[in-house]
């Protein structure tokens, strides 16, 4: 049994209904459970998807995220600990993750940088993304 690292924007797909990526994320999570296998949730990409859901929440207009009811369901996942911390971890390998976005030239976020620096280390295993940049990375192992 494989745990799959949700990446944010499978996240983001998967606790806002209004997102475009809704059916394609309810899809991934229950190929991800028939196969037999679980997600894990890191706590640094659940932020990262909170602030997109945040933004959003501001920002439009119409087909808002229903923020009140995404907290809710992140407060639950939250105490049945089903949010691992990893902030630590980066510590380690800070100036990793720095180099990889360099070598990027900016196109991999921090966040996208650390999960391929923490999956080099085997600290995490293969990723559930939608994002092609991330996934095409060399040696990296995505799940879509």
């Known amino acids: 049994m494989a745990k799959l690292v949700l990446d944010a924007n499978v996240i983001v797909g998967w606790l806002d209904k209004s997102d475009s990526l809704n059916a394609r994320a309810m899809k991934l999570l229950d190929n991800i459970h028939t196969a037999g296998d679980s ?3 890191l ?3 659940v932020s990262e998807a909170l602030s997109v859901m945040c933004r959003r929440a ?7 995220p229903d923020l009140p009811g995404i907290l809710e ?3 639950r996942l939250f105490q049945r600990n089903e949010i691992e911390f990893v902030e630590r971890d980066i510590e380690g390998v800070y ?4 180099e990889i976005i360099g070598q990027s030239a900016g196109s991999l976020n921090f966040n996208d940088a650390a ?4 999956q ?3 600290l995490i295993g293969d990723v ?3 994002d092609g940049n991330l996934a095409s990375q060399p040696g990296f192992r995505a799940v879509a």
């Not at 501001?58 to 808002?64: G, L, M, T, Y």
């Not at 100036?95 to 720095?98: E, T, W």
């Not at 999960?115 to 923490?118: G, K, N, Q, T």
């Open 128 to 130: 559930a993304t939608f």
């Open 43 to 45: 706590d640094f990409i």
């Open 120 to 122: 080099q280390r085997g």
């Open 39 to 41: 997600y894990l949730l």
């Open 115 to 118: 999960l391929i620096v923490l």
């Open 58 to 64: 501001c920002q439009r207009k119409s087909n808002a």
């Open 73 to 75: 369901k992140v407060k």
């Open 95 to 98: 100036p990793d993750v720095l």
